[in-house]
């Protein structure tokens, strides 16, 4: 690895309720980065952070895996933590050392006990914190409904980056508030393409920072 910024060298924490697709995040960081060149499958077995027999055979974490991406020249270490809470320990430990929680939310159920103790662990190491609303392609979600549930527990200083378009089954394409641009994600290689939608124009600029 050369030419990478060594005073720059951020620790994410991925933490969140159990089976909100934290793994699988990870995942799409490595293959997004170039760390790996196919998305590991947790159902599969062949993921990163889950190597340990049992995880495989449970299908989720049990420990604290390292991992690291490299993104416009700079170096990122990611911690995948568990979210059951038999493991909680392991998420705390986790928190406690990152620069930034990354909270992991499900599409399909919201808000749930898992959200909020992470939440207070990184309101207890005074480390900020991001949300992501994973599984967006299920059934049923409801992007609008789970942004105002995680403003009413939260705050409504939380502030929207990316709005999903036309979330649920089928789902590919993301407005990204900050670029101003639409992202359209082939949803079988995990790239994407930008572009800037007219259709989409005034829902950016409304949310625009």
Same mark, same amino acid.
């Given at each position: 690895?050369?030419?990478?910024?060594?005073?720059?060298?951020?620790i994410f924490a991925?933490?969140?309720?159990?089976?909100?697709?934290?793994?699988?995040?990870?995942?799409?960081? !490595?293959? =997004?980065? /170039? %760390?790996?060149?196919?998305? &590991?499958?947790?159902?599969?077995?062949?993921?990163?952070? *889950?190597?340990?027999?049992?995880?495989?055979?449970?299908?989720?974490?049990?420990?604290?895996?390292?991992?690291?991406v490299e993104w416009?020249?700079?170096?990122?270490?990611? !911690?995948? =933590?568990? /979210? %059951?809470?038999?493991?909680? &320990?392991?998420?705390?430990?986790?928190?406690?050392?990152? *620069?930034?929680?990354?909270?992991?939310?499900?599409?399909?159920?919201?808000?749930?006990?898992?959200?909020?103790?992470?939440?207070?662990?990184?309101?207890?190491?005074?480390?900020?914190?991001?949300?992501?609303?994973?599984?967006?392609?299920?059934?049923?979600?409801?992007?609008?409904?789970?942004? *105002?549930?995680l403003k009413d527990?939260?705050?409504?200083?939380?502030?929207?980056?990316?709005?999903?378009?036309?979330?649920?089954?089928?789902?590919?394409?993301?407005?990204?508030?900050?670029?101003?641009?639409?992202?359209?994600?082939?949803?079988?290689?995990?790239?994407?393409?930008?572009?800037?939608?007219?259709?989409?124009?005034?829902?950016?600029?409304?949310?625009?920072?």
């Open positions: 690895m050369t030419g990478v910024q060594t005073c720059a060298l951020p991925i933490v969140g309720h159990a089976a909100t697709g934290k793994t699988t995040l990870v995942e799409a960081m !490595l293959y =997004a980065t /170039g %760390a790996t060149t196919r998305l &590991g499958n947790v159902g599969e077995g062949n993921t990163k952070s *889950d190597f340990l027999a049992a995880e495989i055979n449970r299908q989720h974490s049990i420990s604290t895996s390292l991992l690291t416009n020249n700079t170096k990122f270490n990611v !911690l995948d =933590a568990p /979210g %059951a809470s038999d493991f909680i &320990g392991d998420a705390m430990s986790a928190v406690r050392v990152a *620069d930034v929680g990354l909270i992991s939310v499900s599409g399909a159920g919201g808000v749930e006990m898992g959200t909020e103790v992470m939440w207070d662990f990184c309101e207890q190491f005074k480390i900020p914190r991001l949300f992501v609303i994973n599984m967006l392609d299920k059934e049923h979600v409801d992007f609008g409904s789970i942004f *105002d549930n527990r939260f705050g409504n200083h939380i502030t929207l980056m990316q709005i999903p378009i036309a979330e649920g089954v089928g789902f590919h394409k993301i407005a990204d508030i900050i670029r101003k641009k639409v992202l359209v994600f082939d949803t079988g290689s995990g790239k994407y393409t930008q572009e800037r939608s007219e259709e989409h124009t005034s829902e950016l600029q409304s949310h625009s920072f």
